[in-house]
């Protein structure tokens, strides 16, 4: 199983909007509404953000949303501010009982 | 307050073997799906393998399968996952993280135990 792509670095100033794609296969992101969104900071355990394409759990912010067309989800992260700086990782369930992560991308805050 | 807490990592050598274990609090440990996941340095996340509540399904991914073993005492709230035959590129940061039953998608996550192989 393929690891999920992902751009390895976007960039944008506090207040701007920007997406972070996730393109898979139909083997897993295009069969399933099941794609995850984490949130890692430098030396920190991965924290979800995003849940079944476009839920957020408790306590995230309403910035953060998601998405999915085909093969392709995608993260949006609006008013950016500092602490948004971090790694951010997709993963889609691929069947068979098997998870798929993407190959994560840094958010740098200008 | 949900608390996962992973113990065991360390320095091993090529073929050598470890037990990675979690120690979960703060929820009803017998009603979730644990997992692991692991991330070798600077990379990026990779499951790694499942059990069910009961300890009675397990799956892995194919990179582990037939080398390392997933199991529970939910009696003791732990996880645990048995490292064999491993290699240098087993080297990574392990996470335990926890599913709820009919979900997938990992809720809540351990610091991390990290596990070096090398000779």
């Known amino acids: 199983q393929s690891a999920l792509t992902q751009p390895a670095s976007v960039s944008g100033s506090p207040g701007q909007s920007l997406a972070i794609s996730c393109t898979g296969s139909?083997?897993?992101?295009?069969?399933?509404?099941?794609v995850t969104w984490y949130q890692q900071h430098p030396g920190k355990a991965p924290k979800l953000i995003i849940y079944e394409v476009t839920k957020r759990p408790s306590g995230v912010s309403d910035r953060f949303s998601g998405s999915k067309s085909g093969n392709t989800a995608s993260l949006t992260i609006s008013g950016l501010q500092a602490e948004d700086e971090a790694d951010y990782y997709c993963c889609s369930y691929a069947g068979i009982s098997n998870y798929v992560f993407g190959t994560g991308t840094k958010v740098t805050v200008l | 307050e949900v608390q996962l807490v992973e113990s065991g990592g360390g320095l091993v050598q090529p073929g050598g073997s470890l037990r990675l274990s979690c120690a979960a609090s703060g929820f009803t440990f017998s009603s979730y799906w644990v997992h692991w996941v692991r991330q070798a340095p600077g990379k990026g996340l990779v499951w790694v393998s499942r059990i069910n509540p009961d300890g009675s399904t397990t799956n892995y991914a194919d990179s582990v399968k037939g080398r390392f073993t997933i199991s529970r005492d939910n009696a003791k709230n732990t996880l645990y996952l048995q490292l064999t035959t491993v290699r240098v590129d087993d080297t990574a940061v392990y996470y335990c993280?926890?599913?709820?039953?009919?979900?997938?998608?990992?809720?809540?996550w351990g610091q991390g135990t990290l596990v070096t192989v090398s000779s």
């Open positions: 139909l083997s897993d992101v295009g069969s399933y509404n099941l």
């Open positions: 993280a926890r599913v709820s039953v009919g979900a997938y998608h990992f809720d809540s």
